[in-house]
Each structure stands twice: as C-alpha cells, then as structure tokens.
C-alpha cells in the first residue's frame, strides 16, 4: 500500500490501521460473494436457523423431503432424541453436505448468468470466467488422416494467386519473417531471454 500512496502523492503513506482495515474488508468481500455463488447454485444447505455450517444455508433452495426431514430432526434435537455432531449439523445436514460437491468455476458461471454476485465491477474477471473451457485447446490442432499441412494460395483482387503463408496464418512464412536476425535459432534465444525476465 505504501507504493500506491507514493504513487499518488501521499509522500507520509497510510495509516497503520489501515492494512488491517483492507484485509477485513477484503475477507468480507470474499465472503460476501461466495454466499450469493452459494445462494444461486446450492441446495439443501444446513439448518434454517442458521446455527451450523455456512451459517447461510436457510436462503439455499430446499427440497420437500430435506425440508421435512430437517424440521422433524430439529425438533428431535431440542428434546434431546437426536445429538448434533461436532460441527453443529444434524444427520440429515451431515448427509447432504458429504454429498456435495465442492465449489467450481461452473458454479461461479452459473451464478454470473443468473444475476451478478458481487463481481459486476470487475469486468476483465467475468469475462475471464465466462470464457473458462472456452480456449483450452486453443493450440492443439487435428487434422483429417492423410492430411498434409501446406502453404495455402488465395487470389487477390487481380485474379492471381499469392501465397498467405502456412495454413494462412497472417501471411507470414513461419520459419523466415523477412528480416535479419529473425531465424529460428534468433527466436529461440528471445524467447529463453523473456523467459528469463518472467522467471524473475
């Protein structure tokens, strides 16, 4: 944070309590926004007082039969028939939590589709998570059997053929760009020296 203050002309920083300020609001945030992902993509979550688990499980979406059930077993536990175990859940909450499956970034684009959990202002992370899976094979290619990949020939405006590179990629001869020092071995060199720069 210091920087930051720097940077902005705060030349006597921030005030020590405010680390501490950013961290709770940051936890509350966080948490804030898992509770709506939860909320919209959950079911059947602990008690309808609120007393165990996520302590937001009465706002989930509950079927009949856990709903009954759940009422006749908090019933049982306030005369004592049925025991809680250590977490505070009720066998049935116990049941359904072990059958659920952990939180996923399917979960999280579920709930952006429905409405906005609390990410609407930070555009570049919806569009990162709406285009999850979307560009995971991005560089893997297949080709048909028998199939060579070859320079590929379009006609330009004059009706004659030009060549447009391997496979048409922008035009451009994969092995030679047309200038000194851009050889396969030059690229190597740049790009073990930029990955040098990252590593750091």
């Known amino acids: 944070m210091l920087p930051i203050c ?3 002309g705060l030349t006597s920083g921030h005030a020590q ?3 501490h300020f950013m961290s709770v609001a940051t936890e509350t945030f966080i948490k804030e926004v898992l509770s709506s992902i939860f909320s919209k993509t959950r079911s059947n979550g602990p008690g309808t007082c609120g007393s165990a688990g996520t302590g937001g499980g009465a706002s989930w979406i509950q079927t009949h039969k856990y709903r009954a059930q759940l009422e006749r077993e908090e019933e049982l536990s306030l005369r004592g028939d049925v025991q809680r175990d250590k977490s505070g859940l009720l066998p049935i909450e116990a049941k359904a939590a072990s059958e659920r499956g952990p939180l996923g970034m399917a979960d999280v684009r ?3 589709e429905i409405g906005d959990c609390g990410l609407g202002q930070m555009p570049v992370m919806i569009r990162q998570v ?5 560009v995971e094979a991005w560089d893997e290619f ?3 059997e028998q ?3 070859g320079y590929v020939t ?4 004059d009706g004659d053929a030009r060549m447009t590179g391997m496979n048409g990629v922008n035009g451009m001869d994969m092995e030679d760009y047309g ?3 851009c050889g396969h071995d030059d690229r190597a060199g740049l790009d073990s020296v930029l990955d040098m720069c990252l590593a750091i």
Not at 130 to 134: A, K
Not at 154 to 157: A, F, H, Q, R
């Open 147 to 149: 199939y060579e990949p």
């Open 17 to 19: 309590e405010a680390a």
């Open 154 to 157: 379009e006609l330009d405006g």
């Open 179 to 181: 200038w000194e020092g």
């Open 142 to 144: 297949s080709w048909p």
């Open 130 to 134: 709406m285009l999850e899976g979307e």
């Open 110 to 112: 579920t709930a952006l």
């Open 6 to 8: 720097y940077e902005v």
